[in-house]
């Protein structure tokens, strides 16, 4: 693959590799090292994901023709190998037209996923805030300056389902990264 390559480039510890909103010029090949992947949703950044080494990524915007839909930050120091969109384009076009439509059916099909599992881990992050206590039974006591008994039993049962739902948002996720897994073995 490496002749593919048209640079290779060290990048520092939460160092940006790519940028989403930004538009895209390379696919990337993770050589050495752990990057994260943040996604900006609801204006807030969400984790949801690793690059591992030997992984490549940025490759959907191409497929898109689109921005790029999340942000790459090295985990640690690591050396990408960069491939322009020309290249890449290039190869991609050269495919069978029956190859090319079961990659275009993919890269929906994992756009929809990643956008998917991005919003769960925002409302995830919302839940952590609820069990690490931010919002407590005396927290909505204390906003609400009220001894309603009708509000506080609510108040309970509504932390009640939100710990619930933690537990199934957990297993969705689960499945979530095992279908992703999957995804991408097969690319």
Do not use: W
């Not at 909103?21 to 949801?48: C, F, Q, S």
């Amino acid at each position: 693959m490496e002749e593919y390559f048209s640079r290779i480039v060290n990048k520092k510890d939460k160092e940006v590799i790519l940028e989403q909103g930004k538009d895209p010029y390379y696919a990337y090949v993770l050589l050495k090292g752990n990057a994260k992947v943040y996604k900006e949703i609801d204006n807030d950044k969400v984790y949801v994901g690793t690059v591992e080494e030997g992984e490549v990524f940025g490759m959907l915007s191409f497929i898109r023709n689109d921005k790029r839909s999340a942000t790459v930050v090295a985990d640690g120091d690591v050396q990408v190998g960069m491939i322009l969109k020309d290249t890449f384009m290039n190869h991609l076009n050269s495919v069978p037209e029956t190859v090319y439509d079961k990659i275009v059916n993919l890269r929906d099909s994992l756009f929809s996923v990643n956008d998917t599992k991005g919003r769960m881990l925002n409302c995830l992050n919302e839940i952590e805030k609820i069990k690490d206590g931010s919002y407590t039974r005396q927290y909505f006591k204390n906003e609400a300056n009220v001894d309603s008994k009708l509000l506080l039993s609510v108040t309970d049962l509504m932390l009640e389902r939100f710990d619930s739902v933690s537990d199934e948002i957990h297993d969705i996720l689960a499945k979530i990264e095992n279908i992703s897994k999957e995804v991408v073995q097969m690319q």
